[in-house]
């Protein structure tokens, strides 16, 4: 009886860490006027995970804010961001204006669906501050290739690609 509990235990452990790794990263792509989403996978070229866990971002020109940074867990029925704010600047949120995007392989486009509109992060991410959003995550037919967070109240949005894991 020990034997099983403490398998049962290890087994949880085991099930409930697995969701720790982050899949998916990104960065604040400045001035987000108009709809041209590949841009912002032309801006972030890669996101490598360390050993230690850190992720660094590799980007190109001078619209990438790596100071607004979203981290990106997929679990079985929804998909989490984690929005960070280091810059000096407040982040404006809204619930009704935000977009949040899936492209997969095939180039199929997804806007996710707000998972629990009561517990969206209304107002403002301050500086030193993070914020948990939730969206549903939807039937694909192909992998995920990028997300985008459109925020028009500040005109920016945030691109995630798939996280590398750094090599041995």
Same mark, same amino acid.
């Given at each position: 009886m020990r034997k099983v509990i403490g398998l049962l235990? #290890?087994?949880?452990? @085991?099930l409930s860490s697995a969701g720790l790794a982050t899949d998916f990263a990104g960065i604040q792509i400045l001035g987000w006027i108009d709809d041209d989403i590949p841009l912002g996978t032309e801006i972030? +070229?890669?996101?490598?995970? +360390? =050993? +230690?866990? =850190?992720? /660094?971002?590799?980007?190109?020109?001078?619209?990438? /804010?790596?100071d607004v940074y979203v981290l990106c867990d997929i679990g079985f029925s929804s998909i989490a961001f984690y929005i960070h704010n280091k810059s000096k600047m407040p982040i404006q949120l809204n619930a009704l204006l935000d977009q949040y995007m899936l492209t997969t392989e095939d180039e199929s486009l997804y806007i996710l669906e707000i998972r629990d509109w009561l517990k969206y992060p209304s107002g #403002?991410? /301050?500086?030193?501050?993070?914020? =948990?959003?939730s969206v549903k995550k939807p039937k694909l037919k192909s992998e995920m290739k990028f997300f985008a967070i459109i925020l028009p109240l500040m005109k920016t949005a945030i691109f995630l690609?798939? @996280?590398?894991?750094a090599e041995e």
């Amino acid at each position: 009886m020990r034997k099983v509990i403490g398998l049962l235990l #290890v087994m949880f452990l @085991v099930l409930s860490s697995a969701g720790l790794a982050t899949d998916f990263a990104g960065i604040q792509i400045l001035g987000w006027i108009d709809d041209d989403i590949p841009l912002g996978t032309e801006i972030l +070229t890669k996101a490598v995970q +360390t =050993k +230690t866990g =850190k992720i /660094n971002f590799i980007y190109e020109g001078e619209l990438a /804010n790596p100071d607004v940074y979203v981290l990106c867990d997929i679990g079985f029925s929804s998909i989490a961001f984690y929005i960070h704010n280091k810059s000096k600047m407040p982040i404006q949120l809204n619930a009704l204006l935000d977009q949040y995007m899936l492209t997969t392989e095939d180039e199929s486009l997804y806007i996710l669906e707000i998972r629990d509109w009561l517990k969206y992060p209304s107002g #403002v991410i /301050n500086p030193d501050e993070f914020k =948990k959003v939730s969206v549903k995550k939807p039937k694909l037919k192909s992998e995920m290739k990028f997300f985008a967070i459109i925020l028009p109240l500040m005109k920016t949005a945030i691109f995630l690609i798939r @996280v590398e894991k750094a090599e041995e």
